[in-house]
Nanobody
C-alpha cells in the first residue's frame, strides 16, 4: 500500500508565499516522475509542475502561468516532492494534488495521487 500525503496549503494574501510538500510512503522500490496539479472550482485539473528522477535533482517543467514564481524540487532520500510558490495570485487558488509514478516492491508500477490540499489566495 502506497500513500501520498500532502501538506502546506492554506490561506494567503496575494503576493505571499506557500510551500507544499508531498511525501510518499509504503513498500516503494522506485519513484519516477513526480508532479503537482491543481484544480480550480469549475475547471479541469491542470499540470502545474513536474520533475523527473535523477541523482542531480531531475529535469523540471513549469506551466507558463507559474514560471518565474513557482519552483519544484524533490528529495529522493525522503521520497518527497516540494512546490515553492512565491508571488501568489488569486488565480492560483485551487486544490493542489501531488502525483507520482511509483514502482512497488512487488514490481508493479502505477500512478498515485494525493488527497489534495487547498490553496486560497485572497486579493
Amino acid at each position: 500500500q502506497v500513500q501520498l500525503v500532502e501538506s502546506g496549503g492554506g490561506l494567503v494574501q496575494a503576493g505571499g508565499s506557500l510551500r507544499l510538500s508531498c511525501a510518499a510512503s509504503g513498500t516503494i522500490l522506485n519513484i519516477g516522475d513526480m508532479g503537482w496539479y491543481r484544480q480550480a472550482p469549475g475547471k479541469r485539473r491542470e499540470l502545474v509542475a513536474s520533475i523527473s528522477t535523477g541523482s542531480s535533482g531531475g529535469r523540471t517543467m513549469l506551466a507558463d502561468s507559474v514560471k518565474g514564481r513557482f519552483t519544484i524540487s524533490r528529495d529522493n532520500a525522503k521520497n518527497t516532492v516540494y512546490l515553492q510558490m512565491n508571488s501568489l495570485k488569486p488565480e492560483d487558488t485551487g486544490v493542489y494534488y501531488c502525483n507520482a509514478d511509483i514502482t512497488l516492491g512487488s514490481g508493479i508500477r502505477r500512478s498515485y495521487w494525493g488527497q489534495g490540499t487547498q490553496v486560497t489566495v485572497s486579493s
